[in-house]
């Protein structure tokens, strides 16, 4: 569907949990306050927004968090969101630590292509970062989904001043196998605002004055927002997200369910919609209007750049990143 400002919005991105089994030092270090399992989405009622988002053209679904694989049988939701028909591809962003053990699970739901993330190669870091030694998990999650055929992009946050070894520590692994290394410049979302920004422009730069052949990538690489660009003798392509000093919302196509049903169409602002009632009723058009309402009210632009006019409070495992 095409919203105030000529964007079409193909995309939505589903929280499946607001629980995480990491600690991450930027996102939710001590936990968060849970909301009790009754507030959160079931399979049932996740099914229901998805058929009415398809009826709104919305093709492209991810499935996050919290980190979405601690949710029982994430897979089994996955394959029954492709069974809806008409859409195209649903995705997963996670931070890996599950994903050997569902791995064939996931593939088998239908799955092609999967974010991990991760911040550091360095193994102390990666615990003082998440909380827990538990890196030697998401480095054989990368290698199997490779040696499965998955096309995996890690998603890299970059947060404090020894940002310059993480980022190039991290983009040999563009080097090794081929995928995409994103960095995402961090958002002053949550514990977000009190963290560390690295800009993409000075990693840029980084990389130029590194390698001799760095040349940009203009092929379509999924459906976001990375500008990509590759390293002669690389595997892989690194991509950059720049929240913050690249601003894309001219191209946004996208709006987030929470795992308690609320429909946010801008991660700045706290606007959100619950579908929570027109769930519990079943009322598909009350659903589809929800929708299509939500996407019509979307903002023009996020404000990042302006803290004192970011209404959005809540954390990013609250609203799903
Ligand atoms: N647990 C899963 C994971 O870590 O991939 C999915 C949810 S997590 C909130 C999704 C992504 O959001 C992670 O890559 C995380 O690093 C990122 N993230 C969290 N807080 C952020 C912030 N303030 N700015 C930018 N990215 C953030
Ligand atoms: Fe969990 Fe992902 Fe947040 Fe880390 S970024 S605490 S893995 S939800």
Redesign the pocket.
Known sequence: MIDSFNRNIDYMRISVTDR?N???RY??PDGIELCSHDYILSFDEILMVCKEAIGLGIVNFKIT???PLVRKDCHKLIKKIYELGGVNEVTITT?GILLVDQLDDIIDAGVKSINI?LDTLDREKYEQI?GFDQIDKVLEAIEKSVEKGIRVKINSVLHDKDYKEDFLNLIKLAQKYPIDVRFIEMMPIGLGANSMLVSNEDLKKILETSFENVSSDKTKHGNGPAEYCRIDGFLGAIGFISAMHGKFCDSCNRIRMTSTGEIKSCLCFDKQISLKDALKARDSKAISEILKNSILEKPEMHCFEDKKRITELKR??QIG?
Do not use: A
């Open positions: 995480c990491l600690r991450c996102c939710m968090g919290g980190e931070n993330s998440t990013m495992t990143g």
